[in-house]
């Protein structure tokens, strides 16, 4: 009972930050080329693939408006891809990024990561970054489709670690079928090497994950999941593990498993540059929710007077969110799983749970 209110007094808190709408996140998305090609992939990234990425020149005027506008240091910049370390001027443009005010912290796969990299990551005012570690050696090289890559990704933890630059490193893992069973020995070798967070998530039926659904998981595995993290938050204060921002989980599990109540915040304290100068909320998020182009609206433009659909969601309540009890909670879960061909919320994690 007590949940239950604590929940509705925090969605009635969203209400507030969705109306004033202050943006905090700031999503770059640098460039779609990738040097691997994971099978879990969310967008359509493709090594071989020839992208324009948006001149240096355009992604600073966005972040120039931005700064103009808004107060930098209250906006955390996360710097992602496709990825960032591919992109040749990368750290160019995030010196100037971090002159602004802008803190910043970065994604990467490890792939590119050396000590000159991690010297030029703190040079251009990184603060945070968080690689991706998809299960121990087999199961990782497995899921991202090379071998090299498991070694990389725990070589460029060390790294981070070692230089002692950074507000946080942490690890962060896609949970699937393949390597559920080893989250035991994977924290094991994160306590080792010290990190200072691990974030879990779980795969959602997108881009390249749609074609490899075996990795998806059913509700046992989630719940098995969901146990894991609640057990290693109560025992381990020293390492902050959480589940993603994903879905709406219900009572049973919000505040067990990451530390807030569910909130989607895309659109409203989060938007996006990407890759191909288009403005959006969450990278993962598609084209359908485009609203802008640096050729056509400053970005504070189009955050004061468009993302109307992602701050009133009321249209979103269709099909089998009409009659949910969990409405005023929920607010039609995260806006990456609707699906615009129905009309209607992909994946509700609230009922695969209480089903
Ligand atoms: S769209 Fe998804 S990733 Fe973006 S804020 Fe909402 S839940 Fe998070
Ligand atoms: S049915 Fe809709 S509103 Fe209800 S919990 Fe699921 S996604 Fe949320």
Redesign the pocket.
Known sequence: MKKQFQNWAWSQGMKFTTKVHDLTYFFWETTLSCNLKCRHCGSDCDKDKFIEELPKEKVLQVFKNIAENYEPKDIMVAVTGGEPLVRKDLFEILSEVSSMGFPWGMVTNGMLVDEAAVEKCAESGMKTVSVSLDGLREAHNHLRNSELSYDRAVNALRLFLKSGKFDIVEAITCVNSDNINQLEDMYKLLKDIGVQGWRLFTIFPKGRAEVNSELLLNKDLVIRLFNFIKDKRNSNPGMHISYSEEG?L?CNWEREVRDDFFFCGAGINIGSLLADGSYSACPSLPREWIQGHVDEISFSEAWETRYKNMRDRKWM?TK??ES?K??SN????SLHLWDFKEGK?KV?H??MLNA
Do not use: F, I
Request: aromatic share 18%; charged share 5%.
């Open positions: 709406y219900g309540r089998g969110c949910c969990q409405w929920c607010n039609g879960s919320t509700c609230y009922n």
